[in-house]
């Protein structure tokens, strides 16, 4: 069972971290506290730090429940989608609603830049597996980085990154976010890891620039300097990889019950630019139906080809 026709479900993708990975977008728009050069959903439209109900929770947990009923199944449900989920003020319920469903563990994605907020802390700590991310080390790389939201201090950020390191009993990740000729330096790898030590990660992610990026300057730094620098970080810290492979029941999926190809190819790519891969696995379809898809869609003018890398697709944006 795929997420097709819904408005706020997209998967299940594979997702290189997560196995078989259903997000739940709470924002429904690009909203987010940071506006990254990195990031892979194209630049922020609304970059803020004001909280507020973004999407309707009704609407948001009806659609889950409906999925839960057509016999979806994932290995994790992600609150995630194209911005930073805490910034709903009801991101709190929709775990709590999500645990009394099912048994699939929730997994949220957070940049951590609202952790200075006790409520925000209080209900990320509901979530089985929290993701977070430090890719600088003083407000300048920040700034250059992750571009914030007005008014948020580097020294504000951290502290509530540590806060809740302090809190949360559950798996907790962190992501390092390596751009080549901007914290790719021996120094600057060393000054995050020495911040990165502070939160005692579970896990801690070595990560760069893979898909297309926000601003096209952003390039990747090559998997040996990653492999390097992953020392300074501990025994916890991994380089993440290309994309796992990801079996998936819903493969075996008939193309009745997977109508509305292009649409689904078209929520994805809303989303992130993605493999022909990744496209075929997230959806559940063959490479062939999917490149049929995608030609139809280049054909189009909706869908065109990364420029840089060719591998990707991405949405035309007008
Ligand atoms: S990478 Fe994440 S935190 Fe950064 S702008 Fe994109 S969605 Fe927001």
Redesign the pocket.
């Given at each position: 069972m795929t997420s097709g026709g819904f408005r706020y479900l997209f998967g299940p993708v594979a997702s290189r971290r997560f196995g078989r990975s259903l997000g739940i977008d709470l924002l429904g728009q690009r909203v987010?506290s940071?506006?990254?050069i990195?990031?892979e959903?194209g630049p922020?439209q609304t970059c803020t730090l004001q909280r507020d109900a973004y999407v309707p929770l009704g609407v948001v947990l009806g659609e889950f429940r409906a999925w839960l009923g057509a016999g979806g199944t994932a290995d994790v449900v992600t609150l995630a989608g194209?911005?930073?989920p805490t910034l709903h003020t009801g991101f709190g319920a929709v775990i709590d609603a999500i645990h009394g469903m099912c048994e699939i563990p929730v997994v949220l994605l957070s940049?951590g830049s609202l952790m200075w907020m006790p409520e925000v802390r209080r209900d990320a700590a509901r979530a089985d597996i929290v993701k977070i991310s430090l890719s600088g080390w003083d407000d300048a790389s920040l700034e250059t980085l992750?571009q914030p939201a007005l008014g948020l201090r580097f020294e504000e950020y951290l502290a509530g990154l540590r806060a809740f390191r302090r809190d949360f009993t559950g798996a907790l990740r962190l992501e390092v976010m390596f751009v080549a000729g901007v914290n790719d330096t021996e120094d600057a790898a060393r000054r995050i890891a020495a911040h990165a030590a502070l939160l005692a990660a579970d896990r801690v992610e070595l990560n760069t620039v893979v898909r297309p990026p926000a601003d096209r300057r952003s390039g990747p730094v090559p998997a040996d300097v990653l492999l390097r620098y992953a020392a300074y970080f501990g025994p916890r810290a991994v380089v993440i990889g290309p994309l796992a492979e990801c079996a998936s029941a819903d493969a075996a999926q008939s193309s009745e019950d997977q109508g509305g190809l292009t649409a689904q190819i078209l929520a994805l790519l809303g989303r992130r630019g993605c493999t022909l891969d990744e496209l075929a696995t997230g959806i559940g379809r063959r490479e062939a139906d999917i490149q049929a898809g995608l030609q139809e869609l280049i054909d189009l003018g909706r869908v065109r080809p990364s420029e840089d890398r060719e591998a990707y697709y991405q949405l035309v944006r007008e």
């Open positions: 987010c940071f506006n990254c990195f990031c959903a922020t194209r911005g930073e940049n992750n």
